[in-house]
Antibody
């Protein structure tokens, strides 16, 4: 059974930093691209970042480019999101999502974690 | 960036009725479009990918059609558990984007 468990969220002041983690199990982690998707309170879904199975290629939404860094440790079956220079507009539930398809990656999200809440406020 | 516009914003229907949801792309995404369902307090669930292929375990009452810029998700015979918010998402190029969502509520 595929399981994705996010952690690391919390309350942080504007300008602060956080590192989110997503522990994966139930599939061959290194074979799949992974992604982060966020959802502001009461709003829709926003794709944030993605990383290939090897970690060799990363992709970002324009709204987070230069502030967020996605990475993975395949030896630990864990996905990360380093979030710097946090703003009020970054307040959201951050979901870790498994990308469908290997070896052909389709960048649809077939499994999701339950999310971790990041609140940016002074 | 490709903008996905979903309509209507809210659809009020009774169980057993047919739901028709629209997703329009600002430029062609070929058939590279997915649909997700999200219930309150839950993570989204993949329903349809590549415009018309049902994901594993998705009932046959969920049907996706379309290509290019115009896509439709049809739910034939709404079940009580189908009432939720539905999102479309493209993977045609970077950045990936989602539509704003359509809420299907009980009338």
């Amino acid at each position: 059974e595929v399981q994705l468990l996010e952690s690391g969220g919390g309350l942080v002041q504007p300008g602060g930093s956080l590192r989110l983690s997503c522990a994966a199990s139930g599939f061959t982690f290194s074979s799949y691209a992974m992604s982060w998707v966020r959802q502001a309170p009461g709003k829709g879904l926003e794709w944030v970042a993605a990383v290939t199975g090897t970690g060799g290629h990363t992709f970002y939404a324009d709204s987070v480019k230069g502030r967020f860094t996605i990475s993975r440790d395949n030896s630990k079956n864990t996905l990360y999101l380093q979030i710097n220079s946090l703003r009020a507009g970054d307040t959201a539930v951050y979901y870790c999502a498994k990308v469908r398809g290997t070896p052909v990656t389709t960048y649809y999200f077939d499994f999701w974690g339950q999310g971790t809440l990041v609140t940016v406020s002074s | 960036e490709i903008v996905l516009t979903q309509s209507p914003a809210t659809l009020s229907l009774s169980p057993g009725e047919r739901a028709t949801l629209s997703c329009r792309a600002s430029q062609s995404v070929s058939s590279y479009l997915a649909w997700y369902q999200q219930k309150p307090g839950q993570a989204p669930r993949l329903l349809i990918y590549d415009a018309s292929t049902r994901a594993a375990g998705i009932p046959a009452r969920f049907n996706g059609t379309g290509s290019g810029t115009d896509f439709t998700l049809t739910i034939s015979g709404l079940e009580p558990e189908d009432f939720a918010v539905f999102y479309c998402q493209h993977r045609n190029n970077w950045p990936l984007t989602f539509g704003g969502g359509t809420k299907v509520e009980i009338k």
